[in-house]
């Protein structure tokens, strides 16, 4: 079995040489983003150096050259989740571009008034407010599935809110704040048993866990290039082929036209009927760097490394006195939110701030969740493959003297 050579993998991630206050950077906030490894600035330095052009409207060199970096890159993609087509990889702005257009596209066509979006009680605000923006204009409704005392999502209950009326469930794969794995195979079966698509937000789950969407058979998958190591602005909707020739175009304008006259246009063939203007191609040529970079470390070595911090991690943070882990899923990612007793979590963040530690703090997007847990936020710690057992160490030393302090 493959492991990983973590102190060569951090020599690739500049930003980790760093140090803030005069201390070494220990960054734990990798849920809300992740460092870059030097290939992907590379990548775009090199991108803007020698083949920028705009894409798909050139007959000159540049311009095909850059056409076939970014449709290469669409192919990386394909490959990086085992989608049939790179015409079912349509390239967006992030994770929360992706899910507002299947809100906007894929309910236009297969919604009316009182029909139902079925989510779950951990979903980010991406996957919450995008179904209430279509739902105020189509009159739809938002059934929530509930989750249990561990946090994990209760699966009969899930099912028992599945209604005549249900047109799509979207769930995510991994709860940014509760680190929850969710049983997305099951999930899907179930929907599909009641013939209902499923969208996965996978925002938290392609940098941490083989994704497979044939594998799975889901219907539609989104993720964001910054949280698995590529850069920002950009993003993935994956689709399978069938909804998104059914869906009408998301946004107007070059790239997603055939033909365009004053009184009526017809538009592209997929992928770019959903990618009006012009995209962009270097961040999705570092994308594909990024996606090669994880695949050479190797996504189950990944997935076991990671693991093994958490383990590692729970332990040690568990020996604070008044210290209490929010979300103990029997499947669980490299995510932990927690508590300690008579300390405020913006307290504890800004603490350990000052001795080099990135943690985050807040509601972590999911206000809906915080106030089901009762809290007004949290402290996450958020690990990714960089991250060692010294950093866990150093973690765990400073809360425990921000608790003395306290
Ligand atoms: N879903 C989940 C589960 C997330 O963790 C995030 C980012 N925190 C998003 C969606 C939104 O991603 P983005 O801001 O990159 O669009």
Request: charged share 20%; glycine share 8%.
């Amino acid at each position: 079995m493959k492991e990983l050579d973590i102190s060569r993998i951090r020599g690739d991630f500049p930003i980790l040489a760093r140090e803030v206050y005069g201390k070494r950077l220990v960054y734990l906030d990798n849920a809300a983003t992740t460092q870059k490894p030097r290939c992907v600035m590379d990548k775009i330095t090199e991108m803007y150096a020698t083949v920028n052009a705009n894409v798909h409207r050139g007959v000159h060199f540049l311009s095909q050259a850059a056409t076939e970096e970014h449709e290469s890159s669409r192919r990386t993609v394909q490959q990086f989740i085992h989608a049939a087509s790179s015409n079912e990889i349509v390239f967006t702005r992030g994770t929360t571009e992706s899910i507002n257009l299947v809100a906007s596209s894929f309910c236009r066509s297969f919604c009316t008034a009182g029909d139902e979006i079925l989510i779950t009680a951990m979903e980010h605000h991406s996957n919450i407010v995008p179904w209430q923006l279509q739902g105020e204009i189509q009159g739809l409704k938002l059934q929530v599935a509930p989750i249990n005392s561990k946090g994990e999502l209760i699966l009969e209950e899930l099912e028992k809110k599945i209604s005549p009326r249900t047109r799509l469930i979207a769930v995510t794969h991994i709860s940014n704040v509760l680190g929850t794995v969710n049983p997305i195979e099951e999930i899907v079966a179930i929907a599909h048993r009641h013939g209902i698509p499923v969208l996965i937000d996978a925002a938290q789950s392609v940098q941490h866990t083989r994704v497979d969407v044939r594998a799975l058979d889901c219907d539609f998958l989104v993720f964001s290039s910054h949280k698995i190591y590529g850069p920002t602005g950009v993003g993935v909707l994956y689709a399978k082929e069938k909804w998104l020739d059914a869906m009408p175009p998301y946004q107007g304008g070059g790239e997603m036209i055939e033909t365009v006259t004053f009184e009526k246009t017809t538009f592209n063939k997929l992928p770019y009927k959903f990618e009006a203007g012009t995209p962009d191609y270097i961040g999705t040529a570092a994308l594909a760097t990024a996606l090669d970079y994880v695949s050479a470390l190797g996504i189950d070595a990944i997935a076991r490394y990671e693991h093994a911090l958490l383990v590692y991690a729970t332990e040690r943070l568990l020996t604070v006195p008044g210290l209490r882990i929010l979300g103990n899923a029997g499947n669980k990612s490299s995510v932990i939110s927690f508590l300690v007793d008579g300390i405020h979590p913006y307290d504890m963040g800004t603490l350990l701030d000052r001795m080099g530690i990135a943690v985050r703090t807040g509601h972590h997007c999911a206000e809906p969740l915080m106030e089901l847990l009762g809290v007004d936020g949290t402290v996450r710690a958020s690990f990714a493959f960089y991250n060692t057992k010294e950093e866990v160490d150093q973690l765990l030393k400073g809360i425990e003297k921000i608790v003395r302090m306290f």
